[in-house]
């Protein structure tokens, strides 16, 4: 575009017309790949201001397990717990909750599990990958024993249950009455090479 | 082909390159800018037969003629093609006419870019619409695309993302030339502070563009490698988070808004001062409102998203920060209005369409200060009050002030004056089928109807019938824009240079009406 004939830049000299716009073009052209570049940019800083203004982490301490927990259960308190089971992208497994919602007491431990079955015809590792909604009480769930901790090695179409021990937290805040922890389940390609 | 450099020198005939060539090689600005017109006028018939079909379904509760999956499709396309196909390449298209003519510049800065930029839209818009005839039918996530609802889409989701992208190269390519055009190629004398508001407002317009559209394709190209190419930027499964593209989405969205509305700003700018009969009062304020609106337009963007769950603080940083938008919104209202004071008014066409720019826009900018206030934002979030609200400023707003800018300029890119009674007729039916149209929204949407939904509840019945009748008057009433339009094109009366008054201000009044096909090839004096 830098060679497109100009047709008379107002300029004084007239040698000077015909490139007299490209500098003002190649700015342009840079601040638009500037914009660019910003657009993805603002992934890692996204997750930096939410770290900052603590907008609550999903991810908060839910794969490690708590080394001990004291049981101090309110009784005069029900939260509900939902339980939701993914299979994203190509993996072909029937993974599901035992128990769909839970109604607990928080700083009572409890335990459920998870069913998963492997239809992929082949024997695969797998691994859970867990996520809490809403994120900003990520923290007042706490596991002590999860099948996500770990890879789960699978036979041609093994199926099994696998356990779950949560407690929330007595400190969750009052107005939180129902928690969702949802699980997708993917292949390890790296793991499932390991193991054979 | 029409070589734009035999033109910068000798030859000063008023020759027209002819056929189809004029058209497909074009690097007159004049001849761009009627295609970019006649283009957007071209979507906004198709645009509007869809609103038809929606008012239509509407009409009446319970599923009448169209399978929800079809509905969506044409809410969706409706925006995109509104937007993206309407609006903005009318807005090019005014530029590519006026900004030339009103800084005394023989041609746009890149003559041969101005080609591509506009050949590019019909292609864009043929991926976008041939997606109605593939296998799952058109994209209907809404024009928004959020994930993970976009990428259930069938075939219609990388025509879509492919279609945005060119309308994206599109309307860059045109930024740059806009730029380009008014920052070097100025007549003497023309200093930035000299420069006609139409142009200052599609200067900052321009820079709106280039920083906000790249942004948008990089946000549908992560859509498109979380759907093909296994990334998680959206997908919470991998890691990454749906809110988020709602934040970059709206990053680009709500400059995007400002890239509607403010060369209707420029254009009404113009059409006031001279039916008044009075220089445009506070010049420089028009011009620092304008920059300032365009500054906030940046740090706004999550009033679209109040209800995803953000820090108290958030909620506060943005509600106040869309408030202050007002500020320099209501200097340009109060200087319109003090324009008009004591000013020596006619009501011809393109005046009535600026005043009811005027009145109309405030409204949907009060509906606008509503939506800001983050707690009573929670109950209309996603109802018909926010569809009321983003008419009220697209339609009587910029939509309006585009044919107002037609209405006043035609007769001089033609050289005949339209017909009077038939831009009247237009107006008045327009106007008042507008309101019928979308005023009835703000109560359906108050009363809790959600938006994007092919049915309701049978207590909005009355409200949506009131609204579809209005609806099917104002698709109607824009049969008369095409009539008078053509009628005006071939078969008015001969238009003198000045047009409208022998005081008329701008440098496009000192040419001949119609303007030469070659223009300023010498750069007239400024004093």
């Given at each position: ?33 500037g914009s660019f570049a910003f657009g993805f940019a603002l992934v890692p800083l996204y997750s930096v201001l939410c770290q900052v203004w603590d907008t609550g982490n999903r991810w908060y301490g839910t ?68 996520s809490i909604a809403p994120a900003s009480i990520a923290r ?57 | ?143 928004t695309?959020y994930p ?63 920083a906000v559209?790249p942004v948008l394709?990089g946000a549908?190209?992560m859509?498109?490698?979380d759907?093909?190419?296994?990334t998680s930027f959206f997908n919470p499964?991998g890691g990454g988070d749906p809110v988020m593209f709602q934040h970059i989405f709206w990053f680009f969205g709500h400059p ?39 500054f906030l337009s940046f740090i706004v963007w999550a009033h679209h998203m109040f209800t995803v769950g953000m820090p108290l603080a958030g909620q506060m940083f943005f509600m106040m920060s869309t408030?202050l ?49 983050a707690?009573?934002d ?150």
């Amino acid at each position: 575009m830098a060679d497109d004939d100009l047709p008379g830049v107002n300029a004084e000299a007239p040698g000077a017309k015909r490139h007299a716009h490209r500098p003002l073009v190649l700015r342009l052209a840079l601040f638009t790949l500037g914009s660019f570049a910003f657009g993805f940019a603002l992934v890692p800083l996204y997750s930096v201001l939410c770290q900052v203004w603590d907008t609550g982490n999903r991810w908060y301490g839910t794969q490690t397990a708590v080394a001990s927990v004291i049981e101090r259960p309110d009784p005069d308190r029900l939260v509900t717990v939902e339980f939701i089971a993914n299979v994203p992208g190509a993996g072909d497994w029937e993974f599901r909750p035992h128990v769909t919602t839970m109604a607990v007491h928080p700083g009572k431990l409890y335990e459920t599990t998870f069913y998963a079955r492997n239809l992929t015809g082949l024997a695969v590792v797998a691994q859970a990958v867990p996520s809490i909604a809403p994120a900003s009480i990520a923290r007042y769930f706490r596991k002590t024993e999860c099948f996500c901790f770990r890879p789960q090695p699978f036979a041609i179409g093994e199926g099994r249950d696998m356990a779950i021990r949560f407690i929330i937290d007595r400190d969750l805040p009052a107005d939180f009455d129902r928690v969702t922890l949802a699980y997708s389940f993917f292949d390890l390609p790296q793991a499932t090479t390991a193991a054979r | 082909m029409a070589h734009a450099d035999s033109l910068a020198h000798d030859d000063h005939h008023d020759h027209k390159p002819h056929g189809i060539g004029r058209w497909l090689f074009a690097t007159n600005h004049k001849d761009i800018g009627t295609m970019y017109l006649v283009f957007a006028l071209a979507m906004f018939l198709l645009g509007g037969f869809m609103a038809m079909l929606i008012r239509l379904e509407l009409f009446k509760p319970g599923l009448q003629f169209f399978d929800p999956g079809f509905y969506n499709s044409l809410v969706t396309s409706h925006a995109l093609v509104m937007i993206f196909g309407g609006v903005m390449p009318a807005f090019v298209g005014l530029a590519n006419w006026m900004v030339p003519l009103q800084i005394g510049a023989p041609d746009m800065a890149l003559p041969r870019m101005n080609n591509y930029s506009f050949w590019i839209l019909p292609f864009a818009f043929t991926l976008l619409l041939s997606s109605f005839f593939t296998a799952g039918g058109g994209p209907a996530g809404g024009w928004t695309l959020y994930p993970p609802l976009s990428l259930q889409a069938g075939t219609s989701f990388p025509l879509t993302i492919f279609a945005i992208h060119l309308m994206g190269a599109s309307s860059i390519m045109g930024a740059i030339n806009v730029i380009v055009t008014i920052l070097n190629m100025r007549a003497p004398g023309m200093t930035l502070l000299r420069l006609p508001l139409f142009c200052w407002t599609w200067l900052i317009t321009a820079y709106l563009l280039i920083a906000v559209m790249p942004v948008l394709a990089g946000a549908v190209t992560m859509l498109l490698t979380d759907h093909y190419f296994g990334t998680s930027f959206f997908n919470p499964a991998g890691g990454g988070d749906p809110v988020m593209f709602q934040h970059i989405f709206w990053f680009f969205g709500h400059p995007e808004v400002y890239i509607l509305i403010l060369p209707a700003f420029g254009i009404v700018s113009e059409i006031i001062p001279t039916f008044s009969r009075k220089p445009l009062f506070g010049y420089d304020a028009m011009v620092y409102a304008t920059a300032s609106i365009a500054f906030l337009s940046f740090i706004v963007w999550a009033h679209h998203m109040f209800t995803v769950g953000m820090p108290l603080a958030g909620q506060m940083f943005f509600m106040m920060s869309t408030m202050l938008i007002a500020v320099p919104t209501g200097v340009k209202v109060f200087n319109w209005t003090t324009t008009m004071w004591r000013g020596s008014l006619s009501f011809e066409p393109p005046m009535l369409f600026a005043l009811a720019f005027l009145f109309l826009f405030s409204i949907g900018g009060f509906s606008g200060l509503m939506l800001a206030i983050a707690p009573a934002d929670y109950q209309y979030q996603d109802t018909y009050f926010v569809v009321a609200h983003f008419h009220y400023v697209l339609v009587p707003g910029a939509v309006f002030a585009i044919m107002a800018g037609v209405y006043y300029w035609l007769p001089k890119w033609t050289g005949r004056m339209y017909s009077m009674a038939l831009a009247k007729w237009h107006f008045w039916l327009s106007t008042i089928s507008v309101n019928v149209l979308f005023f009835p929204q703000h109560f359906l949407g108050l009363a809790g109807m959600p938006r994007r939904i092919p049915d309701y509840s049978v207590q909005f019945t009355d409200w949506n019938m009131v609204s579809s009748i209005g609806g099917f008057a104002f698709g109607v009433s824009q049969l008369l824009f095409v009539a008078a339009i053509i009628h005006g094109v071939w078969y008015g009366k001969p238009a003198t240079a000045k047009v409208w008054d022998a005081g008329v201000h701008g440098l496009e009044w000192t040419l001949p009406s119609p303007a030469p096909y070659h223009s300023f090839e010498e750069a007239p004096e400024i004093h």
